[in-house]
């Protein structure tokens, strides 16, 4: 099992120690501020390492809303028979090649990772530090005596009495649950097209996520280092931002974000709207009239 570890401890610590090295000079070897951006810089390059797999994802879930019809006619023919409607649900998928666990991809792309750095930061908080990967004695050392608004990255909720640890692991904790819950409302209310609730396997996929994953982060978080807190925290609120852009810039077609967009495209085009969108508009005044057709002019 270590052969396989080590390499990741080796890329995640050697990652680590680089960046604190080119943040040494400005904030001091010691500084907290050293070692907390340091954390931080790993997030950032995992996730965007990440992004070509994040557009997979994307593309996916797209793919799963277009299958919704096909979806709810194979929940319907096999209502009685849930084994032969799963075969053919699998069936689907493989025909339209999606995969209904691509929203779990990029978690799962960063489960070594964080088993990677929970180990390194474990190990600072232990005492006496230990080492892993890359990092030497003295590095593992400055960092357990480094702090994050005056609590040791190295602590963790349950395993000190001190105040302001306590104080400052709540708080990450509180901000890693509420960026997850509302990134996660943010694609159910904006970036998802409207769907019929009864029966739909994806929406309630959806609602359980939104719920689910808040309470874990919150249970779980009482047992991580503050230096993973600060990990999950930036890459929560990455994650958010992400979300956002893609919602604003990209929408999924028929989603509510979609819709908004194409009315602001609209306006910025002298007020001229799709034709969906004009006839949805006109409706109520075409009632009960009927147009009358235009007389053709007489050629020469």
């Known amino acids: ?11 995640v610590s050697w990652v680590i120690v680089t960046i604190h090295n080119l943040l040494s000079p400005i904030f001091g070897t010691n500084s907290g501020v050293s070692w907390s951006l340091a954390i931080v810089g790993l997030v950032i390059l995992i996730r965007v390492i990440l992004i070509p797999l994040f557009v997979k994802q994307i593309k996916s879930q797209r793919a799963l809303t ?38 779990c991809f990029p978690i799962l792309a960063q489960a070594p990772i964080f088993f990677s750095l929970f180990t390194v930061l474990n190990g600072i908080g232990k005492n006496p530090p230990v080492k892993h990967g890359v990092l030497t004695q003295t590095d593992v050392v400055s960092a357990a005596n480094a702090k994050f608004f005056g609590a040791p990255i190295s602590d963790t909720f349950l395993g000190t009495n001190i105040t302001t640890v306590k104080i400052v692991t709540v708080i990450l904790i509180a901000f890693m649950s509420l960026t997850t819950f509302t990134t996660q409302r943010q694609l159910m209310l904006k970036g998802m ?28 978080g009482v047992n991580f280092p503050i230096g993973v807190l600060i990990y999950w925290s930036t890459t929560n609120l990455w994650t958010w931002g992400q979300q956002f852009y893609v919602i604003k810039r990209n929408p999924t077609p028929g989603s509510p974000a979609y819709e908004e967009l194409q009315h602001k ?36």
Do not use: C, W
């Open 66 to 103: 277009a299958l919704q019809p096909h979806m709810k006619e194979i929940q319907k023919k096999y209502k009685d028979d849930r084994q032969k409607q799963s075969e053919e649900m699998m069936k689907l998928y493989k025909e339209h090649k999606t995969n209904p666990l691509a929203s």
């Open 1 to 11: 099992m270590s052969a396989i570890l080590n390499p990741l401890y080796i890329a």
């Open 265 to 300: 495209k609209a306006k910025k085009s002298g007020g001229v709207e799709s034709p969906e969108a004009e006839t949805l508009e006109i409706t109520d005044e075409l009632k009960g009239q009927r147009n009358q057709p235009k007389k053709k002019k007489k050629k020469k």
């Open 193 to 220: 097209p409207k769907m019929d609730s009864s029966n739909n396997m994806m929406l309630q996929q959806q609602k359980i996520m939104l719920y689910a994953f808040p309470i874990i982060f919150a249970v779980s």
